[in-house]
């Protein structure tokens, strides 16, 4: 069966809202509350309603279907003002890990596989405005389906779409994208357009200091936070995709923390005076520091299994022992002011 053959609706509800009737007198819809304005036929897909959301930050969302297919458009600002261009703004990108969650975790799908994430051009053209996009395979009430989601930002609203497709058409991907998105940029592009936001002149990355931490020893948490970065960007993922307070996994927190000792201890006796970094290096003699930063400071939602050399009973009864009143310090936090970038796809 070919896209362009299709000819009936399915329906894959997302959210709630009131819903509107189809409009008879034009041949446009307009995508409220922005001024795009799309065909109520996108290659066999026909128009079938639209939901205005009680929370005016959702905006509203407008269906489309055919045989097999379903289109789901939403166009809202979230409440947020000044949000730029295309997909790559923060604002844009935690839209967007937002959507996934919902696909990964929500609703009463099964099974679901993250096939591919990219950047996507919507037409094949260079100056063709860009998208995040998500592919994904899941069952839904015994269906096999493939699944795509696209996000990006245009004139101060976030244009979100979920195509979903059941398995006997998931063939037709590849037909369906390319008029899809080929639909949505002729409405992007003859869009009235709006003055750009100013652009955003933060550093890449910031340091935060603890304030309650003893200001001899910012040095040598500003070791730990530079190493700290460089231990994280050696591993895949391990950056905040959308930026924000960089939370470390045990091997980068172990490389920082094992960096600034080694700084205390190049320090004269008479300059070490630190309470904390004296108490990490009696630990650190005593042969558990390995255990003490998976003990107090592994991320637990990625480190899950200790490595083999970890003699973690041993280090409880140390702890037990010698660290009854023990508190950990962190008196440095990084945070990632850039939004890691997808991989453009050379296909439009």
Request: aromatic share 8%; charged share 25%.
């Amino acid at each position: 069966m070919k896209f362009t053959s299709c000819l009936l609706g399915l329906a894959l509800i997302l959210g709630s809202g009131t819903a509107r009737p189809i409009p008879l007198s034009d041949n446009t819809v307009r995508l409220m509350p922005s001024k795009f304005r799309l065909l109520q036929n996108i290659g066999p897909m026909r128009f079938t309603g639209s939901n205005r959301y009680t929370d005016r930050r959702l905006g509203q969302s407008f269906g489309y279907g055919a045989s097999g297919i379903s289109l789901t458009i939403y166009v809202y600002d979230f409440g947020l003002q000044g949000l730029p261009d295309g997909p790559d703004s923060v604002a844009a990108c935690e839209q967007f890990e937002g959507a996934k969650r919902e696909i990964e975790a929500g609703g009463n799908y099964q099974n679901v596989v993250l096939r591919r994430e990219v950047t996507r051009r919507m037409r094949d053209t260079a100056d063709a405005p860009l998208a995040r996009e998500a592919t994904y395979e899941f069952d839904r009430n015994g269906i096999h389906a493939t699944s795509v989601l696209w996000l990006t930002v245009a004139d101060g609203y976030f244009v979100k779409l979920r195509l979903s497709l059941r398995s006997e058409v998931a063939d037709e991907l590849d037909e369906a994208r390319t008029q899809i998105l080929d639909t949505l940029a002729a409405s992007l592009t003859a869009r009235p357009r709006a003055a750009p936001p100013p652009p955003d002149n933060r550093p890449e990355t910031s340091v935060d200091f603890d304030s309650t931490a003893d200001p001899a020893d910012a040095a040598l948490w500003l070791i730990y936070a530079g190493e700290l970065l460089r231990a994280s960007r050696d591993i895949p993922d391990a950056l905040p995709p959308c930026g924000g307070p960089l939370v470390p996994g045990y091997a980068a927190e172990l490389t920082a923390r094992h960096a600034a000792l080694h700084e205390y201890l190049a320090r004269q006796p008479a300059q070490r005076t630190s309470p904390y970094f004296s108490e990490l290096a009696r630990i650190d003699a005593a042969g558990f520091l390995e255990e003490y930063v998976w003990h107090y400071l592994r991320n637990e939602s990625r480190d899950t299994t200790p490595a083999a050399d970890l003699d973690l009973p041993a280090f409880e009864n140390f702890r037990q022992r010698e660290l009854p009143e023990h508190v950990v310090r962190t008196g440095a936090h990084v945070r990632v002011n850039t939004v890691r970038a997808l991989p453009l796809d050379p296909q439009p």
